[in-house]
C-alpha cells in the first residue's frame, strides 16, 4: 500500500484547506485511513480516522466541530476538510493506513510523506 498526501499549504488564520490522501496498491477494506499531524518540538498526533466503508469517524478534541474526514471509495482517496484553522494547527500533516483500532501511530502500518499545513495570524 503506497499512499501519496496532498493539499497543505499556507494559510490565514480562519480560512480552509483539503488535504488529499491517495491510496495505491492492495488496500485491505477492513483497514481504516487516520490523519495525524507534527509540529516541530512536539510528539506526532492523531487528528481524525475513518475506516475504508466510511464508518467510524473519529477526531481529536482540538478539531472536533472544525475539521471534517471522508473519502472517496471509488477514488481510494480520504479527505481531511480542515476549516475555521487556527495557527496551532501549523504542523506537517500525515495520512496513514491500517487496522486503525485505536489513535496510536501504532496502529497503522503505511505512512504517506508529510505535507506542510501553516497558519499565520
Known amino acids: 500500500v503506497q499512499l501519496q498526501a496532498s493539499g497543505g499549504g499556507s494559510v490565514q488564520a480562519g480560512e480552509s484547506l483539503t488535504l488529499s490522501c491517495a491510496t495505491s496498491?492492495?488496500?485491505?477494506?477492513?483497514?481504516?485511513w487516520g490523519w495525524f499531524r507534527q509540529a516541530p518540538g512536539n510528539e506526532r498526533e492523531f487528528v481524525a480516522g475513518?475506516?475504508?466503508?466510511?464508518?467510524?469517524?473519529r477526531f481529536a478534541d482540538s478539531v472536533k466541530g472544525r475539521f471534517a474526514i471522508s473519502r472517496d471509495h471509488g477514488k481510494r482517496t480520504a479527505y481531511l476538510q480542515m476549516n475555521s484553522l487556527k495557527p496551532e494547527d501549523t504542523a506537517v500533516y500525515y495520512c496513514?493506513?491500517?487496522?486503525?483500532?485505536?489513535?496510536?501511530?501504532?496502529?497503522?502500518?503505511?505512512w504517506g510523506q508529510g505535507t506542510q499545513v501553516t497558519v499565520s495570524s
Open positions: 496513514a493506513f491500517g487496522v486503525g483500532t485505536d489513535s496510536s501511530a501504532g496502529s497503522y502500518r503505511y
Open positions: 475513518i475506516r475504508w466503508n466510511g464508518t467510524g469517524k
Open positions: 496498491g492492495r488496500p485491505f477494506s477492513s483497514h481504516a
